[in-house]
């Protein structure tokens, strides 16, 4: 899952030697090609979080994305393990382009992923790329928001230039139009909230907050 190029390979491991996983370079997956390391995989994979063991509220409300995507027969579906942001849940992932979906409601799952097979990606439950850094999934979902642009490949990171309190400027390039400059600041939210079904314990997570749009 790069910033421009993205693959999937599939590899069979047999089900008696699980310590067959042990012997993958893991380090060829960094390079933009493909490795060979495996037969080409499928165009694309789905991975809806289901994973009750982690935190209740991934199976309470994954499971029923996962049903509703299954009546609509939409492709290479898959219920998985754990991503990360238990309070997004339901979440989708989109491989390989590595786009993260949180807040899935089930009656909206089948057209976000049409569209998402259509490279347009769904704003309203757009959590960013698991290919760009936190602070600038932020900026890159601003850019979209300012911009109106949906395109999975519409928009290009130029630059990113630390600022002062916690705050990043990120140059990005809309395909096919302008630059902007966004800044965006990390901070703590302001009152403790309780983040998963499995923590009872009130904490303040980490919020990207929008300081500015410009013209670049």
């Given at each position: ?5 993205w ?5 069979d ?12 370079d893991?380090g060829?997956t ?10 080409p ?6 991975l ?17 994305v996962?049903?509703?995507?299954a ?8 219920e998985?393990?754990h991503?990360g942001?238990d ?12 786009v993260y979906?949180?807040r899935?409601?089930?009656d ?7 569209e998402h097979?259509?490279?347009?990606i769904?704003l ?22 300012h ?14 230039e630390?600022g002062?309190e ?6 990005m ?5 302008d ?11 302001p ?7 499995h ?9 990207y ?8």
């Amino acid at each position: 899952s790069g910033v421009e190029r993205w693959w999937i390979e599939q590899l069979d491991i047999p089900a008696d030697r699980p310590s067959a996983l042990l012997d993958i370079d893991l380090g060829s997956t960094a390079f933009p090609d493909p490795p060979g390391i495996g037969e080409p995989g499928p165009l694309a994979v789905h991975l809806v979080c289901t994973n009750g063991k982690h935190d209740p509220c991934c199976a309470d409300l994954g499971r029923p994305v996962a049903r509703a995507l299954a009546v609509a027969r939409a492709p290479d579906v898959w219920e998985c393990s754990h991503v990360g942001g238990d309070r997004f849940a339901a979440n989708i992932v989109c491989l390989p382009e590595g786009v993260y979906y949180g807040r899935v409601e089930p009656d909206q799952a089948a057209h976000l992923l049409a569209e998402h097979r259509a490279g347009l990606i769904d704003l309203a439950h757009y959590r960013g790329r698991s290919c760009l850094p936190p602070l600038v999934q932020a900026a890159d979902l601003f850019a979209r928001q300012h911009l109106g642009e949906r395109r999975i490949d519409g928009i290009t990171v130029l630059a990113t230039e630390p600022g002062p309190e916690g705050t990043v400027a990120v140059l990005m390039q809309q395909r096919g139009g302008d630059a902007v400059e966004v800044v965006v600041r990390r901070e703590r939210v302001p009152v403790a909230v309780q983040l998963t079904c499995h923590v009872p314990d009130m904490s303040r997570p980490w919020a990207y907050r929008l300081v500015e749009v410009r013209a670049a």
